[in-house]
């Protein structure tokens, strides 16, 4: 059961909030009707309470007053994301899930040279849609999807945000983040065996590698392991606060 529903239709004149198809079905499957309570979130910082109002089986169409409004704010200026590379959708799925627990506030998948397995990008939003529902988090995190490395790393470059792949050639994390020097990092793991020859030179080229110890770790063990250091190195575990409402 989710304890949020999610709403991109807000209109705040009239205090009226619409949900589309895949939010409608959770209500149904709650067996929720005209005159309930409910929570739901825009992913851009805001939690609203309300009453449904209208929902019609048929169409998949459901209406509710806006009733309350609770803002909130990021903490910190910097963001913390993981790349995520293409592989069986279970490991994908528990990486996913558990980075956005975390808190990271970009998720990236990418296809590399030795993925196996390709998953859609409407797929993996809409499970990030379910997580952040769950977790009650008001902000959603940005995801992207790139074709392969070359894209990744153009996109980093314009966007100043530092790659860092998890290599046990790579520094400490500490050391890493001396040499950042403040700015956004991506964290990036290879796919099952590994990255190719020509993905490692372009990374020892254009990115940082980080090194998470001698254990040969499963990506999405790395990610996470990764992501958590990183946040309490960056000082990014206490995530947002509310600043109203």
Not at 157 to 177: A, F, H, I, M, W
Not at 193 to 201: A, K, R
């Amino acid at each position: 059961m989710p304890n949020l529903f999610y709403s991109n239709l807000i209109d705040l004149k009239r205090m009226m909030a619409e949900f589309d198809e895949h939010e409608v079905r959770h209500m149904l499957v709650l067996r929720m009707k005209p005159g309930d309570f409910l929570r739901f979130t825009d992913g851009d910082g805001k939690i609203f309470s309300g009453v449904l109002t209208e929902i019609d089986r048929k169409k998949l169409t459901s209406k509710a007053k806006i009733q309350g409004i609770e803002s909130y704010r990021r903490r910190q200026e910097r963001s913390l994301g993981l790349c995520i590379p293409h592989s069986r959708w279970s490991r994908m799925k528990f990486a996913i899930e558990k980075s956005v627990e975390l808190g990271a506030d970009l998720l990236i998948t990418c296809r590399m040279d030795r993925s196996n397995f390709e998953v859609g990008e409407r797929k993996i939003k809409l499970f990030v849609r379910n997580v952040i529902k769950q977790c009650e988090t008001p902000f959603f995190p940005k995801v992207l999807n790139f074709n392969n490395l070359a894209e990744l790393l153009d996109w980093c470059d314009e966007n100043v945000t530092t790659l860092v792949y998890l290599s046990k050639d790579g520094v400490s994390p500490r050391k890493l983040l001396d040499s950042v020097n403040g700015g956004n990092v991506v964290l990036l793991a290879g796919p099952e065996g590994g990255f190719s020859f020509n993905e490692l030179q372009k990374l020892l080229e254009r990115s940082r590698g980080m090194n998470l110890g001698f254990r040969t770790l499963r990506f999405e063990t790395a990610l996470l392991t990764a992501l958590i250091i990183l946040s309490y190195e960056m000082n990014l575990l206490w995530g947002f606060e509310k600043i109203e409402g």
